[in-house]
């Protein structure tokens, strides 16, 4: 049996997690700590590039992410659904890999496949430890908390992370998905992002601004926000804000 790991994040399509978590990610794992990917389709319903291809990129980002492993669970693209198939798939992958945390989309946005991931991983985590329930793997296992990450809808997210020293590895990451969104451009050399200067430039522009606005509400070069579903236990408010920089 492999050793559990730390965090595991959940996308609906190879390209989900790096677009919009995989600041968390890849601090995650810089860190130290044992972090997975789980994608639930091979995103074969997108208007560009092939099941193949999106896979061969997913791994390339999986390397500059620093993952421990990466999952497809292979479910239909643009036909996900919240059903009992997709409920097991989810807790099967929970019993695997015994994650403490879990990462998936918030349960409000545009895209149906985010809508139905987040109901698949928040349903799949829940009855991974129901003894009754028939899936792969033997291993009984609740994650200590799921946490979401917001994607187009706007809502005020339960705390925020500096990612500010792996932005230059969020970005390298989405531009290993040249089939989906085009071959790479070399930006103007007047670019002060700080980051790679060979990504798409919508996506460098998007996701710099993205993570410039989140960073500043913490006082940070660059953020990711996230919101928990329940309440945050604090035993020690004393210690827990002194270790915050003073906001000025």
């Known amino acids: 049996m492999s050793e559990p790991l730390d965090l595991l994040a959940f996308g609906a399509h190879p390209d989900d997690v790096e677009i919009v978590c995989s600041g968390l990610v890849a601090k995650m794992a810089k860190m130290g700590y044992r972090v997975g990917v789980c994608d639930m389709t091979r995103g074969e319903g997108g208007s560009r ?124 990451s989405i531009a290993c998905y040249e089939s989906v969104f085009g071959p790479a451009e070399v930006l103007p050399a007047t670019d002060t992002s700080g980051g790679p200067k060979t990504i798409n430039r919508r996506l460098a522009d998007f996701s710099e601004v993205n993570a410039r606005y989140w960073g500043s509400r913490i006082n940070a070069r660059y953020g990711e926000a996230y919101l928990y579903r329940s309440f945050l236990r604090i035993d020690d408010p004393v210690s827990f804000f002194k270790q915050l920089p003073t906001r000025r």
């Open 49 to 172: 590039g092939t099941p193949e291809q999106r896979v061969a990129e997913s791994e390339k980002a999986a390397k500059v992410l620093g993952l421990t492993v990466r999952e497809n669970l292979k479910l239909p693209d643009t036909h996900l659904h919240a059903d009992a198939e997709g409920y097991k798939a989810v807790a099967a992958i929970i019993r695997k890999h015994r994650p403490s945390v879990v990462v998936a989309p918030h349960w409000e946005d545009v895209h149906p496949d985010h809508v139905a991931t987040s109901q698949l991983v928040t349903h799949g985590c829940y009855i991974a430890h129901f003894r009754k329930l028939a899936a792969d793997g033997d291993e009984l296992h609740i994650p200590h908390a799921i946490i979401y990450y917001l994607q187009r809808v706007p809502v005020l997210p339960t705390f925020i992370v500096d990612i500010s020293e792996v932005f230059d590895k969020k970005i390298e």
